[in-house]
């Protein structure tokens, strides 16, 4: 370990729509089938909201979990950083939605839009607000409502994406457990290999626009694919390095689920078994930055996480970005 840390997870909390959609229910309506889904992306199930269901409430759903887990309030938070790219709307924040739902009024609260990888780049922000001094406390929020910008025809993403929200506590470390190492990246010019072309200010909503359903989330898989498995493989040998330990020395993986081709293939890079690597893809799908607090959150009620485990978090996503953290729990 290079320094002691100055922050750690204190709390954390998620949660997930009722509603669960599976591969059989994308029979009816795509040419595809539950074999041909779980082969190349290892997703059997993924929750979706109902129309009633803001982002603002789902993240204070996990939000109160993590608080509690804590052992903190809502006035004691300095900061809320709420990281999604599905903002229920896009002035103000849905961050001071959440603020406002918390009653946290201590709270500098805003957005974080870095896709898949916002989750570990709030994160790092959380460092760093406790570092110098802005902050004792800081609630990130990864969560998505991803269902609401794909389109249900589009056999590349419809089958792909859930919603979720995961929510964790960032306090200021007070001995050796904590983030040992934080590492963020971007490459912009990918970014249209995994986008949503229009509804921003350059590209407006119109009649047009829905038309050609150009709001909605459109890739280019293959090389998406192979993209994220250089990138996660740069994060993991980065995070790695800089708190000065080894991928035998980890006990647990947790990956961006976003693939389970793209997860063995870090896995492998990072020379971490399979055993050690947190999974639920399958059951959750993409959920972008929600994506590895409800992994972590599962390994923890698992009993995969322990005090004293070290953990590899890494993810990769939109714009291009990627990141990674090791935490010693």
Request: glycine share 10%.
């Amino acid at each position: 370990m290079s320094r002691p840390p100055i922050a750690r997870i204190s709390g954390l909390g998620v949660a997930v729509p009722d509603r669960v959609v599976t591969n059989h229910d994308f029979e009816k309506t795509l040419e595809t089938s539950d074999q041909w889904i779980v082969e190349r992306t290892g997703i059997k199930e993924r929750r979706w909201s109902d129309p009633d269901m803001t982002l603002a409430e789902l993240s204070r759903r996990a939000a109160v979990i993590a608080l509690e887990q804590a052992g903190i309030g809502p006035m004691d938070l300095g900061a809320i950083i709420l990281a999604t790219a599905t903002q229920d709307r896009l002035l103000p924040s849905t961050a001071c939605d959440l603020q406002a739902l918390l009653g946290a009024k201590n709270a500098a609260a805003y957005d974080l839009s870095a896709a898949c990888s916002g989750w570990l780049f709030g994160l790092t922000q959380a460092e760093g607000l406790i570092a110098s001094g802005q902050a004792e406390h800081v609630l990130v929020v990864g969560a998505e409502l991803l269902s609401r910008i794909i389109d249900p025809s589009d056999r590349t993403t419809a089958i792909l994406f859930g919603d979720g929200a995961g929510a964790t506590v960032i306090s200021k470390a007070t001995g050796e457990t904590g983030l040992l190492s934080t590492f963020i990246r971007s490459d912009g010019t990918l970014a249209e290999l995994l986008w949503r072309p229009s509804g921003g200010a350059r590209h407006p909503i119109s009649q047009k626009i829905v038309d050609e359903k150009s709001h909605y989330i459109r890739m280019a898989g293959r090389e998406v694919f192979k993209s994220a498995v250089l990138t996660m493989a740069e994060a993991c040998d980065e995070a790695l390095k800089r708190a000065g330990v080894t991928g035998d020395q980890i006990d647990l993986l947790v990956p961006h689920q976003a693939n389970i081709r793209i997860i063995q293939a870090t896995a492998d890079h990072a020379g971490i078994p399979m055993e050690k690597v947190m999974v639920n893809v399958d059951k959750y799908g993409n959920t972008s930055s929600a994506s590895i607090p409800l992994a972590l959150a599962q390994a923890v009620a698992e009993g995969k996480v322990k005090k004293g485990s070290l953990l590899l978090l890494v993810a990769f996503g939109a714009g291009f970005t990627w990141g990674s953290t090791v935490v010693r729990w």
